[in-house]
């Protein structure tokens, strides 16, 4: 028969070219490649592993510990029944709704405090100011990461616990803030949801900081400035009445008692300790220098305000030489991080030195809000493994949208005469607000446009360029995909990663002495670099260094022990050496690690095939197909088998099979008019040859057995004429 005996040709699969930080965003880790959103994994999982899916146990592990964010998605993919985005998205919108919504209690109760009427309802004092901070809240673009991004959900889902946990601390005090009284369940309550609040991000524990502040200052009255001018300048103690009236001291000892547990519980969940982050993750953490580090502290400070501020120039990362580090007290950034401490003292002094009781109430809990919130991603107490993190002011920008909403109210009050100019002002902003976040939504709808769009903002930033060039390679631009890695390897000469993905498009385009130096600096540099050393085997195989290949191929293996495509490779350089056992026991182990991995057991079906052992050949190719029943290829590779064995009937339904599921495929049609050619069944061999000559004519011996089949027919005409 004449089969098709070429084996398939090597893999490199696509999940190699995936950057372990961000190749196609956090959104293939945290969902596509998170198993614990797939209703057939325990549930219990999603308690043992952490926000991407790894184990907590391990030193891998992120160590991001949100269960309950993990739990959201998979009900998402339960109720769409797969991973369809609509619903994703939908819920984070609806989410942001909610927040900006409650956002309007949270302003209220910060700006008007919580009188109460005689019936125990809380008086709304201050309506107008608490709707424009919401307002202001609700459209700041720099929420677009956070509601766009669907792994933002975990920052809104925080927000949200964080609201409430705040809002119940507030009800523990029903009498308002002039009352003595206090509940402790509503505390307790608090402390709860704070709980939860931190099963969905780790920023959740910052609420008690912000519930310990509106106590102290809201419920107990306290005046900062007075307290201080009091002990220092007067030199007059303070009683204990006065440091612990209304039950003070009991409440700043459940939050502490409570703040202490979930840090303690949080620490005991981590395992094996902090997560191990890298100089290009946050480079300033790395610097020698503490001052050097102090000031590079400051200036992502002032990057930061800058965000809220301004939010027109935001990027999806700001990693790998986005933000330089500043090197030398003459670089002129330093400017900025004066210009920021210059605003918060100001800001600090007005807050506590101003005659002003409500002045002071209002800056002091919008920079309470605004603080607070983000001193996890400080480096204060840890390395973080960032640079800038848009979604990390989700939280500190309802302090700053306060501190906004009090400045225009209070230019208002000032230029009377320009009130009507000023509210136009407002309007303008919220407009230009509104059309900043629909400009960024839009670039967050396909990965080539959120891409390109990080361009213009951190032209430094080497992954921006590695993944504008792998969008470019997976929408087959290689020659554009080129341009932009070389590019990430020249501003980040250690990028393996790009390295990796820059030596795979050569290899393809068959510059494989580039490729070989790409890839053997990239496993020079990061040694344990699995899918570096894979592809660098399938390099040397194709160059013919056998014996290195097969050294990159195990090296591959020691440092990932379940690696199917690699044993795949494996397999393919012993066939090609003849070494026939060890090629089928490396797809043997290919189709074990992965038991629906295709073209393993086609090989192992094709090769034992071809080495003549027909019967163990029918055996793999049926064991194959009760795990991959709908398999074109393999059922064409055991229907050759069965014709070898003139096993007819058999071999001919595993051909209309396979026709079946692929009718354009002339090897088959060809394949299939031998059979009947054999079979004696001529009429049908005519039939399947033309139509394999008509959709490849030039497929290899077609021809010439079709010629054959024509002369047996005329002969056999003549002989019945």
Request: charged share 20%; aromatic share 10%.
């Amino acid at each position: 028969m004449n089969t098709v005996t070429s084996l398939r040709c090597r893999v490199s699969p696509a999940s190699e070219w995936r950057d372990s930080m961000i190749c196609k965003l956090k959104h293939h880790e945290a969902i596509i490649n998170n198993k614990d959103l797939n209703p057939a994994t325990p549930l219990s999982n999603i308690w043992k592993n952490d926000f991407w899916g790894s184990n907590l146990s391990s030193n891998s592990s992120h160590k991001s510990y949100r269960p309950l964010t993990v739990l959201t998605f998979r009900l998402n993919y339960l109720l769409a029944g797969g991973l369809h985005p609509v619903g994703f998205h939908m819920l984070n919108i609806g989410l942001h709704c909610i927040i900006s919504t409650l956002m309007i209690d949270v302003f209220a109760i910060l700006i008007g405090g919580l009188a109460c009427d005689e019936k125990a309802t809380r008086l709304a004092h201050v309506p107008k100011a608490s709707l424009l901070a919401a307002l202001f809240f609700a459209v700041h673009p720099v929420h677009t990461e956070s509601v766009a991004g669907i792994v933002g959900r975990a920052d809104l889902l925080c927000a949200l616990f964080f609201q409430l946990s705040f809002l119940s601390y507030c009800r523990a005090f029903q009498g308002g803030d002039k009352s003595d009284s206090f509940s402790v369940s509503w505390i307790v309550i608090s402390l709860l949801l704070c709980a939860v609040a931190m099963l969905c991000k780790e920023q959740g524990i910052t609420v008690l900081g912000v519930n310990a502040a509106f106590d102290i200052l809201m419920i107990c009255n306290l005046n900062i400035y007075e307290l201080t001018h009091r002990l220092l300048v007067r030199r007059k103690a303070v009683g204990d009445g006065e440091w612990f009236r209304k039950g003070l001291l009991v409440r700043l000892a459940l939050l502490l008692f409570g703040g202490s547990l979930l840090l303690y519980a949080r620490w005991r969940i981590m395992g094996t300790g902090p997560p191990a982050f890298t100089e290009v993750d946050n480079p300033a953490s790395f610097a020698e220098n503490v001052f050097l580090r102090i000031v590079n502290y400051n200036y992502y400070y002032s990057l930061n305000a800058w965000l809220l501020l301004c939010p027109w120039w935001l990027c999806f990362d700001w990693s790998m030489g986005c933000v330089p580090l500043i090197k030398s007290a003459s670089d002129w950034r330093i400017v900025w991080l004066l210009l920021l401490w210059a605003c918060l003292i100001g800001l600090i002094r007005q807050a506590l030195c101003s005659q002003d009781s409500s002045k002071r109430r209002t800056l002091t809990f919008g920079l309470v809000l605004l603080v607070i919130p983000f001193i996890p991603a400080s480096n204060l107490f840890f390395r973080v493994g960032f640079v800038i993190a848009e979604r990390v002011l989700y939280l500190s920008t309802a302090g700053f949208c306060l501190i906004l909403a009090y400045a225009v109210a209070y230019c208002c009050c000032c230029w009377r005469r320009h009130k009507k100019l000023l509210q136009a002002a407002m309007l303008a902003l919220l407009g230009m607000n509104v059309v900043r976040c629909a400009l960024r939504s839009q670039q967050w709808r396909t990965e080539q446009s959120l891409f390109t769009s990080a361009l213009s903002v951190c032209p430094l930033n080497a992954k921006v360029h590695y993944n504008v060039g792998k969008n470019l390679a997976d929408r087959g631009n290689q020659s554009a995909a080129i341009r932009y890695y070389r590019e990430a390897v020249r501003l980040h000469p250690k990028y393996v990663h790009a390295m990796n993905n820059l030596g795979n498009i050569l290899k393809e385009r068959n510059e494989l002495q580039e490729a070989e130096e790409l890839l053997s600096t990239a496993v020079h540099i990061q040694p344990d670099f699995a899918a570096a050393w894979m592809n660098l085997g399938i390099v040397q195989n194709s160059l013919k260094k056998f014996e290195e290949a097969e050294q990159s191929y195990w090296n591959a293996i020691k440092f990932r022990k379940k690696y199917p495509d690699c044993y795949y490779n494996l397999g393919r350089l012993y066939a090609d050496l003849n070494r026939h056992v060890d090629a089928l026991n490396a797809w043997r182990n290919a189709t074990m690690l992965k038991p629906d991995h295709s073209l393993a057991w086609n090989n192992m079906v094709i090769l034992l095939d071809n080495t003549g052992n027909l019967v163990q050949a029918e055996l793999i190719g049926k064991e194959a197909l009760k795990i991959l029943p709908k398999d074109h290829t393999i059922m064409f590779s055991l229907a050759n088998v069965l014709g070898k064995q003139q096993k007819y009937k058999e071999s001919e339904g595993f051909f209309l099979n396979a026709l079946k599921i692929n009718p354009n495929a002339a090897s088959c049609h060809g394949n299939l008019a031998v059979l009947y050619h054999r079979w004696g069944k001529l009429d049908l061999a005519k039939k399947h040859y033309e139509l394999s000559l008509k959709l490849d004519p030039s497929a290899p011996g077609t021809n010439e057995n079709y010629n054959m089949l024509k002369r047996k027919l005329e002969l056999q005409q003549k002989t019945a004429g």
